[in-house]
């Protein structure tokens, strides 16, 4: 087991860093009004994923629960792939929350950097929608501490 973990890890940090260009990707060709919509939808799935028992399994069935990891940034990588712009909001959405959840705390080195990046990018939708409530930290509303 010694050898498949850091395998696994290796494997992991690729594939979300090819998840991650296509939604950054995706985030910085959005409209301005639909950033808006992205960075509330964001807040929202990152606070239901904080309060679920397993943050980083959001957004994967019960069965799944013994996996590698989750499925919630595969949902989320389809649909935000979607050619119907409030699903692909979405999906980028749930992506960004689970992500953000699975490299938080991850034991692994080589995950990292892909957490520094959704942290970018989670830092960009903040600057560009602040919320009404404009004294609150907004990661704070969504009850996830960096």
Do not use: C
Request: net charge positive.
């Amino acid at each position: 087991m010694q050898l498949l973990s850091p395998a696994i890890a290796l494997f992991r940090a690729y594939q979300l860093e090819r998840q991650l260009r296509v939604i950054a990707n995706a985030i910085h060709t959005l409209p301005r009004r639909s950033l808006g919509q992205l960075s509330v939808l964001t807040l929202r799935e990152i606070g239901q994923a904080s309060r679920s028992e397993f943050p980083h399994l959001y957004g994967t069935s019960p069965e799944a629960r013994y996996l590698p990891w989750g499925q919630g940034t595969a949902a989320g990588y389809e649909r935000a792939r979607s050619d119907n712009p409030e699903v692909a909001l979405r999906g980028i959405a749930l992506w960004l929350a689970v992500a953000y959840h699975e490299t938080k705390h991850s034991p692994q080195d080589r995950l990292l950097p892909q957490h520094r990046q959704v942290l970018q990018l989670l830092q960009e939708l903040k600057r560009l929608h602040q919320p009404a409530d404009a004294g609150k930290n907004w990661m704070e509303q969504a009850g996830a501490t960096a």
